[in-house]
């Protein structure tokens, strides 16, 4: 078994609030996670804690094999130097509800711009691969569009190859079709099946529970900042365990 | 007929001086430009900075600078400064010097407010995808807040037109300071007024025609079609 993410005993505080209390996850190579929970549940929190856009207070975390942070026996957590810190977290890439494009670029430049500028790729070959990344998504003519005259589906494909441009070992989506319109979230949908075909290894905070039954290979129930339940999409949907999971569900079906 | 031909003859007569003055008036202008606008942004990141030795001496900066007449900045530096450390500068110079000095403050606070508007989201997407700290800044922070800011940098850049008859306090001949001395000598006309107003008009009028061009250039991504 291969780990790409191992998180350890994670506990989030933002001042008194626990947002994170004691979460364990780990996720293997290839392998598609979904979390779902109810808002305010801490399931966005652990995604950002994963590439650094928030600190953990307490935990461990390691990024393919490499810490990420740790805490020591007096609960001082440490994190390595910043560029490090970038190094380690270049192994994730992430979705983000609001799809947070640069606006002043084209499409292809948004895509090609991270690759060209942090892995120091030549800007011929990064364009190639961008445009295989638009291809991939189904955004080939809109290269050279702005972010400004895409639909949201259309945007949020954009940032899907924006974040596969980087090789990622690990995407990271934190509910990717919230912002959609319902009759456009199939779009977006449609990208990431696609990419669980492929085996990229996801983790994937949603609300859409049909998509989390059909594409996770593993569906953990997160509530008050503590995963409640894991397992199968079929052992999550037909057979929930716990009350809150079932009430959850009765209440999002 | 006769009382017109005489107004343009006395027109052309003023006219070579206040022309003159005019040429200093976009000098002090356009040096204050070409300086204070680069000046601005390390003061304007600066005052952004999380670190307290570029944060607070940015700030105290533009306090000072803003929080204080512009006309008092020209007496200190012209009577009291520069005659203090012994440098001797011509009026000009120290006009220029105060002037680069007040704007950049001004500038410097454009600059934050616009670095401020960028969501939050944009230094977030940047960090996901590894980049720097001076790579998000230079590379996405700022070429978006050029648009949001062009329209106060305009603003400013309209005041500093007018602000700059202040510099004859210190007795730098420029387009205002010509034409008073054309009222005071040529009793009873006030015509020199009125060309120097012509000028200060024609020089703004221009200035607010590159400002609506560059507004466009810099939204042309924003537009719904291509």
Same mark, same amino acid.
């Given at each position: 078994m291969e780990f790409v993410l191992q998180m350890q005993n994670i506990t989030k505080k933002f001042g008194t609030l626990v947002?994170?209390?004691n979460v364990n996850l780990s996720v293997q190579k290839g392998e598609t996670v979904a979390i779902i929970g109810p808002s305010g549940s801490g399931k966005s929190t652990l995604l950002r804690c994963v590439n650094h856009l928030e600190r953990i207070t307490s935990g461990r975390i390691v990024i393919v094999g490499q810490e990420l942070a740790n805490t020591n026996e007096y609960g001082y957590v440490f994190y390595p130097k910043e560029a490090e810190i970038r190094r380690l977290c270049s192994n994730t890439g992430m979705v983000f509800q609001h799809f947070n494009?640069?606006?002043?670029?084209?499409c292809l430049q948004n895509i090609c711009y991270a690759p060209i500028k942090v892995k120091g790729e030549n800007p011929i070959d990064a364009n190639k691969r961008g445009l295989a990344l638009l291809e991939l998504v189904g @955004?080939?003519?809109?290269?050279?569009?702005? #972010?400004?005259? @895409?639909?949201g589906g259309q945007k949020q494909r954009i940032a899907i190859a924006r974040g596969l441009a980087m090789d990622p070992k690990i995407m990271l989506f934190d509910e990717p079709t919230s912002a959609l319109d319902p009759e456009i979230t199939g779009e977006v949908l449609t990208v990431i099946r696609q990419l669980a075909q492929q085996k990229t290894t996801m983790l994937i905070v949603t609300h859409e529970m049909g998509f989390a039954r059909e594409v996770a290979d593993r569906v953990i129930f997160m509530d008050n900042g503590a995963i409640i339940e894991e397992g199968t999409p079929a052992e999550i949907?037909?057979? #929930?365990?716990s009350e809150r999971l079932q009430s959850f569900l009765r209440a999002m079906l | 007929m006769d009382s017109i031909t005489h107004l343009l003859g006395y027109v052309m007569l003023i006219l070579p001086s206040l022309l003159k003055g005019a040429l200093v008036t976009l000098e002090v202008f356009a040096l204050t430009i070409i300086f204070a606008l680069p000046l601005g942004l390390p003061f304007g990141l600066g005052s952004n900075s999380r670190f307290f030795f570029f944060k607070w001496p940015s700030k105290a900066y533009i306090w000072l600078f803003r929080g204080t007449p512009l006309i008092l900045q020209l007496f200190f530096f012209y009577y009291f400064f520069f005659p203090a450390i012994g440098l001797p500068l011509d009026s000009i110079t120290i006009a220029i010097i105060t002037f680069v000095l007040n704007y950049a403050a001004y500038f410097a606070e454009i600059y934050r407010a616009g670095i401020e508007s960028i969501d939050k989201g944009q230094y977030e997407a940047a960090k996901s995808l590894g980049l720097s700290r001076s790579q998000t800044m230079f590379g996405i922070i700022i070429p978006q807040t050029v648009k949001r800011v062009l329209p106060p940098i305009s603003n400013e850049v309209i005041t500093l037109v007018k602000d700059?008859?202040?510099?004859?306090?210190?007795?730098v001949a420029e387009l205002l300071k010509n034409a008073r001395s054309a009222v005071n000598r040529d009793v009873n006309t006030v015509a020199a007024y009125a060309v120097a107003a012509a000028i200060y008009l024609l020089f703004t009028f221009l200035l607010t025609l590159l400002s609506r061009y560059l507004e466009k250039r810099f939204s042309r991504h924003e537009a719904k079609e291509v």
């Open positions: 947002a994170l209390d494009l640069f606006p002043h670029m084209n @955004l080939t003519s809109k290269a050279e569009a702005y #972010p400004a005259q @895409l639909s949907f037909n057979t #929930p365990k | 700059t008859a202040l510099v004859s306090v210190i007795g």
